[in-house]
């Protein structure tokens, strides 16, 4: 894993000098203002915003080499952490990289994959990704798979197709994939809800589509209040035609047999009611956390002005 200090001078772009200079002046005590005005010759001069950006980002880095660590050892409680996997943990950049590295390896309850697993349909699972086998073909080895609380082939090859959805779903480099599409392409859809005052704050808000990566954070802020009042619905919007094109393309292998539909089903099946929903949760978040901090320096400024 990288040292602290050394995390710290990447994201900054301070001296590793400097950032020893100023990590020790904080374990000392010293506050950001005081830092700024006294101590200019061990922090290159400076200024107050810039010692402050640093103190985010030390404990920004912090919890990032915190989290490599446990992740680091979580996994090889209970997998094998090898050395691709120790080298991906260490170059993330982000604790969501880090969660999406760790995602599949977490421990799953009373997930219909989980119960799958549970009921010997891996070997299955692997089967239908590899995608190696004529519909037909597919079918009848699913048969062999019919014991305990597999009743027919038909559950057979759910229970597979479930296992796949959700490998699919926990694979970081589809969450990451998707993850930049939202931000950089999605919007978000507001709706009048039943319960919609026509006179009220929220009606001018009602009906409209505002791009994910333009929204200014004080518009944003709004809507939620209108959502958490129960007055506006909000859901994002992505082309599934698009989603459907690029699984074809890029997931789906090249000579794949005709069981490739139902390997495409899982793949859309794992996205629509596991990634998607997951992805929409963490961009509500990521969008309020940025417009939350935009709120509070903009209250900042009005008050120092004033």
């Not at 759910?158 to 950089?184: C, F, M, N, T």
């Not at 794949?256 to 978040?285: I, M, N, W």
Request: glycine share 6%; aromatic share 6%.
């Amino acid at each position: 894993m990288n040292s602290l200090n050394e995390l710290i001078s990447q994201k900054t772009g301070l001296t590793a000098k400097t950032v020893t200079n100023i990590l020790k002046l904080l374990e000392e005590g010293s506050t950001i203002p005081f830092i700024a005005r006294y101590r200019k010759e061990m922090t290159g001069g400076a200024t107050d915003e810039q010692l402050r950006e640093f103190e985010s980002i030390y404990g920004y880095s912090k919890k990032l080499l915190d989290r490599k660590e446990e992740v680091a050892r979580l996994i090889a409680e209970r997998s094998e952490l090898s050395g691709e996997l120790r080298t991906r943990l260490n170059n993330a950049q982000t604790l969501q990289e880090v969660e999406d590295i760790y995602r599949p390896y977490k421990e799953k309850k009373n997930t219909r994959a989980s119960v799958a697993i549970a009921a010997g349909l891996e070997p299955l699972a692997d089967l239908l990704e590899r995608a190696q086998l004529e519909l037909g073909e597919f079918t009848k080895r699913a048969e062999s798979f019919v014991k305990g609380s597999i009743t027919s082939r038909e559950d057979a090859i759910k229970g597979a197709q479930d296992i796949v959805a959700e490998r699919y779903s926990d694979d970081p480099r589809e969450r990451d994939h998707w993850r930049r599409q939202i931000l950089d392409y999605s919007s978000f859809e507001i709706k009048a809800t039943k319960g919609m005052s026509e006179e009220g704050l929220f009606a001018k808000l009602a009906g409209k589509s505002e791009k994910i990566a333009s929204i200014p954070s004080h518009r944003y802020l709004a809507i939620m209040r209108g959502v958490s009042e129960k007055e506006l619905s909000v859901k994002i919007t992505l082309d599934m035609d698009r989603v459907e094109n690029t699984i074809k393309n890029y997931r789906i292998p090249r000579h794949a047999k005709s069981s490739q539909t139902l390997l495409l089903a899982s793949y859309l099946d794992g996205f629509k009611r596991l990634l998607f929903p997951s992805l929409e949760r963490e961009v509500h978040a990521m969008i309020k956390e940025k417009s939350d901090i935009q709120a509070i320096n903009t209250f900042g400024k009005n008050l120092s002005q004033l």
